[in-house]
């Protein structure tokens, strides 16, 4: 299983930027979806989630601006991002707990996209 995200760059301050992940490899569902970011020189944090196509929970610093949804068919999450303020630069990171098929049954397990950077320049 990879997560593929791509959509990030370089955007001025009050612009828009959509970021994707993909989802591939022998899933059998999906359960949360998030995306977490990293500023340069610190710790990545938690910015927005969605388990079904309801109830996302965001971020205080991104509520309002940003919105996450998701595709299940095409096993994709997205993340709207508007109004973008200078702070928002940082590494932007899909995660996502799958269940996939082992040889004694089945298991949930967590996996990383590679990481997309974001840049909003004042």
């Known amino acids: 299983v990879q997560l593929q995200a791509s959509g990030g760059g370089l955007v001025q301050a009050g612009g828009s930027l959509r970021l994707s992940c993909a989802a591939s490899g022998s899933i059998v569902g999906i359960n949360r979806m998030g995306w977490y970011r990293q500023p340069p020189g610190m710790q990545r944090a938690l910015i927005a989630s969605?388990?079904?196509?309801?109830?996302?929970d965001y971020a205080d610093s991104v509520k309002g601006r940003f919105t996450i949804s998701r595709d299940n068919a095409k096993n994709t999450v997205y993340l709207q991002m508007n109004s973008l303020k200078p702070e928002d630069t940082a590494v932007y990171y899909c995660?996502?707990?799958?269940?996939?098929?082992?040889?004694?049954?089945?298991?949930?397990?967590?996996?990383w996209g590679q990481g997309t950077q974001v840049t909003v320049s004042s």
């Open positions: 995660n996502a707990n799958i269940r996939v098929k082992e040889r004694w049954g089945f298991s949930v397990r967590e996996y």
């Open positions: 969605i388990i079904s196509d309801s109830n996302p």
